[in-house]
């Protein structure tokens, strides 16, 4: 659940951030899209990810970017940083340095 | 990590018996007239599971030839081929020889491959011959296959390739949309390419296609990319990794030395948009890189020749496996089939039992009781006085009870339904009754029935030739019946019932019944009864047991077998069972087996000689009588017999035979114990008789080695070992020490 | 671990891919037919099925379409276990909703490396 933090929102992406999630995932994220707040991304506690989950934080990125507002991760686990590698989606995640 | 595969062997042997034997009887049920579908469905699932094991173990010769037989099935399965009788014969006479070479196979020899050899023919020419119905659909399967889904155009490709020996690949890989939904994963799979070479693989995504978020539904892929792999890594090897997913996703292979400029600058588009995609979210752009992006696309195809046309729907027809239920019948050992030439041999002596986990709970919940028991006994036994009598005796009776139900627990185990031994008659009947030119229906009842395995596996072959000689023997041929206003078609009937702690197994048939004057003529003639006695019909009816008898009239290859009604009754006797027959002239006759539920336990008759106690099996003792000690002393002799009402039975001093010494003279007051086996009366010479009681067998064989006229030998109450006599044994050991006429001396 | 379903009529087949599944640490399951796998799988969610075609009861085809309509069984790896000679099957079993397949025969070895393909 998002957990308003002034006028940021952080979304935590819990143990899996994988296909079974991604529909729930997705309507948190929307919520946090409308109400137009920067976003900060929890992924430390990630032991699973997979396509589904990291193109569902691929299209919130680029929509937050495009709407002209900040998101940024707080804390990322091997997993995510690994799989993100492995799907050629480091930079584009914002993963590149950290 | 390497594993012996050789351990599963024994269950597949054991399930592909019952897999042959499963076809064989579906087989028996099918008719060319009416083709059930789901008969033949479980006939080719059987095949095709004889098939996928084989393989799987090691067995290339079964599989090889179960190929031929699976393509046919499978063929009439889909309604290809019309189903013929040549088809149901061919097909029997191949579970036959299968049955035979996995007989080898578990005895670890190699099987003998003429026969097969010979069948295979025959399938090959039935499946080159007369062309199957071509169905519509087989052409959409043919485009499919030279689609290259895993077939002929791949592994050209790969050739080449190797001959080429690229420096790498470039994949370009457009997954279907819902890729994800079906558990394949684009991270696994460049994980498994990155396993083909040591140099690390670039990954470029390409995110054009992600929609604008709210439009997005996360569980579809819109994500596409292009990987490259260095190194020499073969084609085949990188279309393994997507080959579940090639006919639906879009994937070219383009070898690194030979990228087209086009490829080069695609990619350098494609390098760019991503950028664009990330920095700027104008859609307008978006799109004009995805255009540029698809023409891309389309030049490779053109230039690489190896993009995938359209992934196209198998129209084949989508047969319905309706599944059935597998026919209960079943039966591991080979040497069930009569029409099998090969030796009967049994499959190795590590054969193991199916139970179900009901029975083995069951167990283990006694196992718990005793447990309870016995700690209680123990607790009761460590600070134990008299006042807790009634206790003791509580937690003893509470003992007995535990362990007569692990008893009858465990017996269970071992006990299976009667019809495995019954599932090999359709076949036999049906091929005998062809053979003799007899209509014969074939009636079983009490299938259900259980009994101890090694009985069955026993009872199998005098159970077989009771059937054949009821065939051969009992019914009459067509004409004969019409003459005598019976129904044309014979009746054989097997019944198995339970009664009073035996298996009673009926084989009844409404035939001519027995012949009494000519048996009795016969009889006369080959001086199994002097000429002038004068016989019951029931005593008539048992001299067909006595060794040497056959009055067919002309030794037919069914029934004669140089096998007679003596081997039969000797086989069930040595199960400690009897045979008797009952019949009627013009009726039919029945013969009625009674066998003991189990071998594991025998009732048992105690006796003592000398210090020693001896066990005689309760079914074998005709008579106990006393035996005046003056009496004792006259037969003495070479061949001792003694007069008893009608008949002279030699008689055996079982202390002579097993050589005891006794502490006094002789005996000072004999009993004599009538006993029966092999059809020879003997007396036995016993100092007394002791109770009669359940004995539990343990193997002589096993613990110590094989002695004559001893079957085994159980431990009794006291502790002490008795030994059980093999009655039959012990009337060889007479008839050994008569032929060589030596002195009364036991060996 | 993970744990797997191993679904075959066969015994010594499903024998074979226990024991080298348990072998390699996973936590397996046996079932002999459609009807017990669907059973089993309605009792606990498994990280993967690995199910034979041909059945009696419930064929493997038929199990995926059923485990598919199972909201804990949507995304699972599902592998047939399937013959080179059933070319069509492999397409029936991927339009059930399989995420692939395992060509018999196949050794201890093939079926841990392909079982990579869908774990960890």
């Known amino acids: 659940m998002g957990v308003t933090v002034s006028q940021s929102v952080r979304i935590d992406c819990g143990t899996r951030l994988s296909i079974e999630c991604v529909e729930a995932l997705h309507q948190e994220m929307e919520q946090a899209v409308r109400d137009a707040q920067d976003i900060f991304l929890k992924a430390d506690d990630v032991q699973y990810c997979d396509t589904a989950g990291l193109q569902l934080l691929l299209a919130l990125v680029q929509t937050v970017q495009a709407a002209g507002l900040q998101i940024s991760w707080q804390g990322v686990s091997d997993v995510v940083r690994d799989t993100s590698k492995l799907l050629g989606l480091t930079s584009a995640l914002l993963l590149a340095t950290d | ?747 | 671990m993970a744990s797997i379903l191993a679904v075959d009529d066969s015994a010594s087949m499903r024998q074979m891919v226990a024991f080298t599944l348990k072998g390699a640490g996973f936590d397996v399951k046996e079932a002999a037919d459609g009807v017990a796998a669907l059973a089993e799988a309605k009792r606990r969610k498994y990280d993967l099925v690995l199910s034979d075609v041909n059945m009696p009861n419930m064929n493997g085809i038929e199990l995926v379409k059923e485990l598919r309509q199972l909201p804990d069984y949507k995304f699972v790896p599902v592998l047939m276990l399937t013959t080179e000679s059933a070319g069509d099957v492999k397409m029936q079993g991927k339009q059930a909703g399989a995420t692939g397949w395992i060509v018999k025969p196949f050794n201890p070895e093939q079926l841990l490396s392909t079982i990579k393909r869908v774990l960890g």
Not at chain 2, 106 to 133: F, H, S, W, Y
Not at chain 2, 190 to 212: C, D, H, K, M, Y
Not at chain 2, 404 to 433: C, H, N, T, W, Y
């Open chain 2, 1 to 747: 990590m390497s594993i012996d595969l050789s351990q599963f062997h024994q269950v597949f042997f054991e399930e592909s018996f019952e897999g042959l034997d499963a076809m064989e009887s579906e087989l028996l049920n099918l008719s060319p007239d009416s083709v059930d579908a789901e008969t033949v469905n479980t006939i080719f699932r059987a095949a095709h599971s004889i098939k996928g094991g084989a393989g799987t173990f090691g067995f290339v010769q079964i599989s090889e030839f179960t190929h031929d037989v699976e393509t046919l099935l499978d063929e009439i399965r889909s309604g290809q081929r019309a189903l013929t009788q040549t088809h149901v014969d061919l097909f029997l006479q191949t579970v036959d020889c299968l049955r035979a070479m996995m007989t080898s196979l578990n005895d670890g020899d190699q099987p003998d491959m003429t026969r097969a050899g010979e069948l295979k023919q025959q399938l090959k020419a039935i499946l080159a011959g007369q062309q199957p119905v071509v169905s519509s659909a087989s052409g959409a399967d043919d485009g499919a296959a030279s689609n290259g889904s895993g077939g002929g155009a791949g592994v050209d490709e790969a050739e080449q390739d190797e001959s080429a020996s690229p420096r790498g690949w470039k994949i370009r890989f457009v997954p279907a949309l819902d890729i994800l939904q079906t558990g394949n994963e684009p991270f696994r799979m460049f994980r498994e390419l990155q396993g083909l070479t040591e140099t690390p693989i670039e990954v470029l995504v390409n995110q054009s296609a992600l929609p604008e978020f709210s439009a997005l539904e996360p569980e579809q892929c819109y994500l596409s990319w292009t990987i490259r792999v260095y190194g020499e890594v073969a084609e085949a090897d990188l279309r393994a990794v997507f080959e579940w997913v090639e006919d639906d996703c879009q994937i070219d292979y383009i070898p690194l030395g030979q990228e087209s400029e086009s490829d080069q600058e695609g990619d350098a588009v494609v390098a760019t948009e991503l950028q664009a995609a990330a920095d700027s979210t104008d859609e307008t752009a978006n799109k004009a890189a995805d255009e540029v992006a698809n023409a891309t696309a389309v030049e490779d195809t053109v230039v690489t020749d190896t993009a995938k046309a359209e992934p196209t729907v198998d129209a084949c027809s989508v047969v319905a496996e309706v599944a059935a239920p597998t026919a209960a019948s079943a039966n591991s050992s080979a040497n069930n089939s009569a029409a099998a030439k090969a030796k009967p041999s049994r499959g190795g002596d590590n054969s193991s039992i199916r139970v179900s986990i009901d029975k083995v709970d069951s167990l283990i919940n006694m196992v718990g009781e005793l447990v309870i028991t016995q700690s209680m006994l123990g607790q009761l036994g460590q600070d134990f006085d008299l006042s807790r009598l009634a206790r003791l005796q509580e937690g003893l009776a509470q003992l007995e009870q535990n362990t007569r139900e692990l008893q009858e627990s465990v017996m269970k185990i071992r006990m299976m339904p009667i019809s495995f031994a019954f599932s090999r008659f359709p076949r036999l009947v049906r091929d005998l009754g062809t053979q003799l030119g007899k209509k014969v229906n074939l009636v079983m009842l009490g299938e259900n029935t259980e009994l101890d395995k090694t009985v069955m596996e026993k009872i199998g072959d005098p159970l077989v030739h009771l059937v054949r000689n009821s065939l051969d023997h009992g019914l009459e041929t067509t004409e004969k019946r019409k003459a005598a206003g019976k129904p044309e078609s014979g009746t054989i009937t097997l019944n198995a019932f339970h009664q009073g702690g035996n298996i009673v197994i009926e084989v009844k048939d409404d035939g001519a019944g027995l012949n009494e004057d000519k048996i009795l003529a016969k009889a006369k003639q080959r001086g199994l009864v002097p000429a002038e006695a004068s016989l019951t019909s029931e005593e008539i009816h048992q001299l067909i047991f006595l060794p040497g008898f056959s009055t067919a009239d002309q030794v037919s290859d069914i029934s004669g077998r140089g096998v007679g009604m003596d081997v039969v009754r000797r086989n069930i006797n040595e199960l400690n069972g009897t045979i008797e027959v009952k019949s009627q002239r013009g009726t039919g006759s029945t013969f009625v087996i009674r066998l003991p539920l189990t071998l594991a336990i025998l009732d048992g008759q105690l006796v003592k000689v000398c210090n020693q106690t001896y066990i005689f099996p309760l079914v074998s003792i005709v008579e106990s009588i006393q035996l005046q000690k003056q009496k004792l002393n006259n037969i003495s002799g070479s061949q001792p017999v003694m007069k008893l009402r009608d008949e002279y039975i030699p008689i055996l001093r079982l202390d002579r035979v097993f050589n005891l010494r006794r502490a006094g003279d002789d005996f000072d007051d004999p009993m004599l114990v009538v006993v029966e086996g092999d059809n020879e009366k003997i007396g036995i010479v016993v100092d007394d008789l002791l109770g009669q009681q359940q004995v539990v067998i343990k193997s002589l064989e096993q613990n110590y080695q094989k002695v004559a006229g001893v079957s085994g030998a159980t431990i009794l109450g006291d502790g002490t070992v008795a030994l059980i006599i093999d009655i039959s044994g012990i009337g060889k050991k007479l008839e050994a020490r008569t032929s060589t006429s030596g002195p009364d001396k036991a060996a």
